[in-house]
């Protein structure tokens, strides 16, 4: 047993071990533990999709790069960390062409922003989506912590641009700061973006007829047919869609209509949701007429189809549109309408309607408008909109503008000015008779609280609500799904299954190169020492005994 003790001591002759005894401890005390810096955000990866073959929005996942923020960053193994609102869109433009990644932090109420930010973040919204981003884009909920952790990223550049800034740090300074600053480490896991095979496309539709047949004044046995639709957003710059206003005003026109309809039937109203709006260039509704059209005749001679878009927004002007791809013609059923609507919507808060004439363009990949579907089959069709232009980022947001309160308030003005132009057309009302009244009112007056619970409505393919709701008030319900074509297919998703966004403090590479040289320069010494300790033992020893002797 002393034998091996020996021989044990005889491994601390040399003179290696003495420089691990003193370097490990060293090592260990700079390493450090990134478990214990590390931050967890829930993150959304930005859409995914193709039209025709066209890609739109993000096309990568994978995040593994060191963080920078929006004025520091310089290369592609930077991702850029910063507030949607700070960004700009030729910060974007740069940042998709150069940078590595990018993490947005969404604001945590934009209601609560001023007007100015909120068209800002529309544009830039809408910029972002009509183009292909080849690098991992996510976003980010509200979260302090991450809000903190941009600032950190920041701070050294807010400082540096300061205009009232006394004077600029020495070099030295500034190479001292950058080496003993904290750095951050972005890695995303559990993202993909692979293509959904299950891509499909919901279409719902439902009536109001009469149970029994009816005969129109011309003897014929079919009543004649109004069509009203809307489409249901299920995504847009992420998968996270707000409120519906769309269908909501469709399913509330549907439990107002099915209580006027048992009694007193004078047309088919037939309704239709499908969940494919401007983004996807209205494919359901392609793929219904496609089917429809050629097999039902009723469907090709109907009277007009009202299509809703963009329904229930505060505007500073407070209009109506009428969107159309042809003016309607004095004397048709489409024009009638146009007019009864102007006159309804003078009743309520002096709403102006205006009507807005735009052709077709078959030159163009996207459609306008949804109502142009149905124009190209020769069908009169109209779009009813709060928004003036086809281009206005409104249309596709996913921020609300509006309070709950807000968005109610302007739904219910516009559900009542269509609601009672619709009744007035159905049922021979002259809409500019005083005399005449309103229709809805006493038990089936217009209320918020019948708007309410349709506002968040959610797609068939979540939730059964949407459907439960056709067959609760219509009859003939039928749900169908649209999906790409094998070969060449008009629409395609990808998966946008939410992602883990961790954030590790880290130390800048720069600080690798000051420790290395550093523990070099430490080692250097402590050979030298060790090589030349006989003349350090003697100037020691001689220092000892001139002390001895003058004492």
């Known amino acids: 047993m002393f034998e091996e003790a020996d021989n044990f001591a005889d491994l601390f002759r040399g003179g290696l071990p003495y420089y691990l005894l003193i370097t490990l401890p060293i090592l260990i005390i700079c390493s450090s533990n990134p478990v214990l810096a590390a931050s967890e955000f829930g993150v959304q990866r930005m859409s995914q999709y193709d039209v025709h073959g066209v890609p739109y929005g993000c096309r990568a996942s994978a995040l593994n790069l060191e963080a920078k923020s929006l004025y520091t960053w310089q290369t592609s193994r930077h991702c850029v960390l910063t507030r949607l609102q700070d960004m700009t869109i030729d910060h974007f433009r740069e940042i998709r062409a150069k940078a590595g990644g990018l993490v947005v932090l969404l604001p945590e109420d934009t209601t609560a922003l001023s007007l100015e930010d909120k068209q800002h973040i529309h544009l830039l ?45 020495s070099a030295l300074s500034e190479i001292f700061g950058s080496i003993s600053a904290n750095g951050y480490q972005v890695v995303v896991s559990g993202a993909s973006h692979a293509i959904n095979k299950q891509s499909k496309i919901p279409i719902i539709q439902g009536e109001l007829a009469p149970t029994k047949p009816s005969k129109t004044l011309d003897g014929e ?10 489409h249901l957003d299920t995504f847009g710059l992420t998968n996270a869609r707000q409120a519906n206003a769309d269908v909501a005003v469709l399913l509330t026109l549907v439990e107002l209509f099915s209580k006027l309809h048992a009694s007193i039937p ?19 509704m392609k793929k219904w007429l496609d089917s429809n059209l050629d097999e ?64 077709i363009n078959l030159a163009d990949t996207l459609l306008a408008w949804e ?5 190209m089959k020769r069908m009169p069709a109209f779009t009813i909109s709060n928004v003036k232009s086809h281009k206005d980022p409104l249309r596709n947001t996913i921020f609300e503008d509006d309070t709950t309160e807000e968005q109610l308030e302007a739904l219910e003005g516009n559900v009542k000015i269509i609601a009672e132009a619709l009744a007035s057309h159905i049922y021979n009302v002259p809409a500019d008779d005083g005399s005449a009244g309103e229709i809805f009112t006493g038990s089936m007056a217009i209320t918020r609280e019948h708007i309410l619970p349709w506002l968040h ?18 009859r003939n319900v039928k749900l169908t799904y649209e999906k790409p074509d094998a070969r060449e297919p008009d629409f395609m998703l990808y998966d946008d299954r939410d992602a883990l966004l961790n954030i590790y403090n880290v130390k800048p590479a720069i600080f690798d190169l000051f420790l290395t040289f550093m523990i070099c320069l430490y080692l250097t010494s402590i050979y030298f020492a060790i090589f030349h300790f006989p003349k350090l033992y003697g100037f020691v020893c001689r220092m000892t005994v001139v002390k001895t002797k003058v004492n």
């Open 125 to 169: 919204e809408q910029a972002m989506m009509m183009q292909d981003v080849p690098i991992p884009v996510y976003f980010s909920k509200f979260d302090p912590k991450l809000d903190v952790i941009i600032d950190e990223v920041t701070r050294t550049t807010v400082r540096n641009h300061k205009q009232n800034a006394p004077k600029r740090e």
């Open 221 to 230: 046995g079919k009543l004649p047919l109004i069509i009203v639709t809307a």
């Open 266 to 284: 004078k047309y088919r109203l037939m309704f239709l949701v499908s969940e494919s709006g401007v983004l996807l260039n209205f494919q359901g």
């Open 296 to 359: 039902n005749v009723q469907i090709q001679h109907a009277e007009f189809v009202v299509c809703l878009d963009t329904v229930g927004k505060l505007l500073a002007n407070d209009n109506i549109y009428m969107h159309v791809s042809k003016p309607p013609k004095e004397g048709t059923s489409m024009n009638s309408f146009y007019k009864t609507l102007r006159t309804v919507a003078q009743r309520y808060g002096n709403v102006t309607v205006e009507g807005v004439h735009k052709k």
């Open 371 to 375: 109502h142009e579907r149905f124009s």
């Open 457 to 474: 409505i959610r797609s068939t393919q979540q939730n059964n609500d949407l459907k439960y709701a056709f067959e609760k008030y219509l």
